[in-house]
């Protein structure tokens, strides 16, 4: 049952689902399972609103600008529209047809968001990430936690969040190795992003695809990180 709450929780890369995925090349199926955060719209449980995007990131990025002009991705062709493959080469062409499709569902997905945010007063970015850098990321050693803010992000909170997370022992970093929070076009929404290590509730050390020993412990840290999220907005953010 979802609750009273200002908390929107916006979970964009958790689907696999590729329209007409048998048109791709065997790179599809590789970029799939190691660029999506698999099981975030489970792994973050929280009774408030929640808005996912129904479709795969290699398909449609949802976190990416439209304008290819705006976007730093555009470089590696993993901006709105994915090109390249997580090694880097080109896996698939887009006809003007899927192109159309793809901005449809996209704007459609932005409409839904900003109407949301509208009616709440803090977003939560709901993502995971690989355990080693991918193409087009960061280097460097990666953190089991990650907190993409900005001047948007209510303050105080990021401090009392990683205060929590390294009281259990975890590492966390600050806009490393992603940085800002999405924040929906013309709102006044606050925002903060959760980034957690596939490494913390995936087999294989995070670099599989199903669920480890230690996903509900991984999933009961994140709905606590969710409920400091939740009384620091009942504080008056």
């Known amino acids: 049952m979802v609750k009273t709450s200002k908390m929107l929780l916006h979970i964009p890369h958790s689907s696999t689902l590729v329209p007409g995925e048998s048109e791709y090349t065997e790179e599809l199926k590789e970029t799939k399972d190691k660029m999506t955060d698999h099981f975030t719209d489970d792994l973050f449980d929280y009774p408030v ?14 976190e990416r600008y439209e304008d290819p002009r705006k976007e730093p991705q555009e470089k590696y062709n993993q901006g709105m529209i994915y090109t390249n493959s997580v090694t880097g080469t080109h896996f ?70 990683k205060l ?8 966390v970093k600050i ?8 924040v929906p076009g013309g ?38 990180v969710l409920g400091i999220i939740e009384e620091h907005r009942d504080q008056g953010l």
């Not at 294989?204 to 994140?222: A, E, F, L, P, R």
């Open 175 to 182: 806009n490393s190795p992603f940085e800002g929070s999405l």
């Open 164 to 171: 929590y997370l390294e009281k259990l022992g975890y590492t």
């Open 92 to 161: 698939r062409d887009i006809t003007q047809k899927t192109k159309d499709k793809i901005l449809k569902e996209y704007r459609k997905h932005h409409r839904i968001l900003t109407e949301k945010a509208k009616n709440h007063k803090v977003l939560v970015d709901c993502h995971s990430f690989y355990p080693v850098p991918l193409y087009g990321e960061a280097q460097g050693e990666r953190p089991d936690f990650c907190l993409g803010c900005g001047n948007y992000t209510p303050e105080g909170l990021k401090e009392k969040i």
């Open 49 to 62: 609103q929640k808005v996912i995007f129904e479709y795969s990131r290699v398909w449609c990025d949802v």
């Open 187 to 224: 709102s006044c929404i606050k925002s903060i992003m959760i980034e957690v290590n596939r490494k913390l509730y995936l087999t294989q050390g995070g670099q599989g695809t199903n669920k480890s020993k230690d996903y509900y412990k991984t999933k009961g840290v994140i709905k606590e």
